[in-house]
């Protein structure tokens, strides 16, 4: 059996590292206005327009009622998107977020579980010695899965986090029988629908980024990238990041009073302030308990929803940036994935 031609080889390597290679920039028409300025700076010059002109006409919608932040606003967008490079850069930035849900600061497993182990020893003993037993291990595994997630990823330490509590609470029913104690801790149980509601809440800018929605692929898989990204561009600035926006001024207040905030129902000309923070430090006394036998305060998955819908609202405009980018033929911006679907319903 004699040896492979030289030849045959560099051809093949040639195909392999042709087919690999980043698509190139397409250059055809990019001297016309369109070819200089991304879509997301239309759409806002279209909004500057409707805006002066409801202005003149007269009406009760905020289109004609404009603040002058949202004026400056909208000027900022039209400026930014002249500017590709610094386009791209913001969409990185906002990815980076949806990366970090995943692998948080990039530690490795072995010592982010050391480190996520001497958390939880720490703080149940301190907890334990300051108030009971059941504090100590909820609090304990509560810091320990703040640190693990940061360490290493929110989405990945809280799905082990579901599966540990989930297994406590199985084996604590069993154990209890041989030591004659009761050992189910309800807190526990509490907490691990808490985490379980997390996953989502952290992980959901991650599923945009990564396309992880619902499609009827068998129709969608067939249209052109181009296609594709007018498609996606156009719902989401006409429907996805107004609804968002409306969802960020509902929750956002909501956050707040979850946290402890006060409100006022009957602002004076004296005291036109709208509410307050409780006094003192110890704001968790303040916040909504569940109502199971755990009682654990809700505040903190409560406003968890205002921060998940954050991260909703900017990956959306991230991906907005990169269909901009297809849409103008700049696919070598934005890092716009082959969308090759499989053939399926959802």
């Known amino acids: 059996m004699g040896l492979t031609n030289p030849v045959d080889v560099e051809e093949v390597l040639e195909s392999i590292t042709a087919s690999t290679e980043k698509r190139p920039r397409v250059t055809e028409g990019l001297d016309s206005i369109w070819g200089k300025i991304h879509p997301l700076g239309v759409v806002a010059l279209a909004i500057i327009v409707l805006g002066v002109l409801f202005s003149i006409v007269g009406t009760d919608l905020l289109i004609g009622n404009f603040a002058w932040w949202h004026w400056v606003g909208l000027a900022a967008i039209v400026a930014v998107s002249t500017q590709f490079a610094v386009l791209d850069a913001i969409r990185a930035a906002i990815e980076m977020l949806a990366e970090f849900a995943i692998s948080g600061i ?6 982010g579980a050391i480190a996520s182990l001497v958390t939880f020893i720490a703080s149940a003993i301190g907890f334990t010695l300051a108030y009971d037993i059941e504090i100590g291990i909820t609090a304990g595994f509560g810091f320990a899965t703040l640190v693990g997630s940061i360490l290493m990823g929110p989405v990945w330490v809280l799905t082990w986090s ?88 509902i929750f956002q207040p909501y956050a707040k009073v979850s ?62 940036i990169k269909h901009g980018f297809t849409l103008i033929d700049r696919e070598d911006l934005g890092q716009v994935p082959e969308q090759d679907a499989p053939i399926r319903v959802e």
Not at 183 to 188: G, H, K, W
Not at 205 to 223: C, H, K, L, S, T
Request: hydrophobic content about 50%; overall charge neutral; some cysteine.
């Open 162 to 249: 579901v599966f540990l509590l989930a297994l406590y609470s199985s084996l604590s029913r069993y154990i209890a029988r041989f030591v004659e104690r009761d050992l189910i801790i309800s807190q526990v149980s509490a907490m691990s629908w808490q985490v379980f509601a997390l996953i989502g809440l952290v992980g959901i800018g991650y599923g945009v980024r990564e396309g992880i929605n619902p499609r009827i692929d068998f129709w969608w898989a067939e249209f052109s990238n181009k296609k594709k990204a007018l498609l996606d561009f156009s719902l989401h600035v006409t429907l996805f990041i107004p609804f968002l926006i409306v969802a960020l001024r």
């Open 259 to 320: 946290l402890g905030w006060k409100r006022n129902f009957n602002p004076t000309p004296e005291n036109p302030i709208d509410g307050q923070w409780p006094s003192g430090w110890r704001v968790w006394e303040t916040w909504e308990q569940q109502g199971d036998a755990g009682q654990l305060p809700t505040g903190p998955i409560q406003a968890m929803i205002f921060v998940a819908v954050c991260l909703f609202f900017l990956q959306i405009v991230a991906d907005a």
């Open 106 to 111: 990039g530690v490795s497993v072995v010592p």
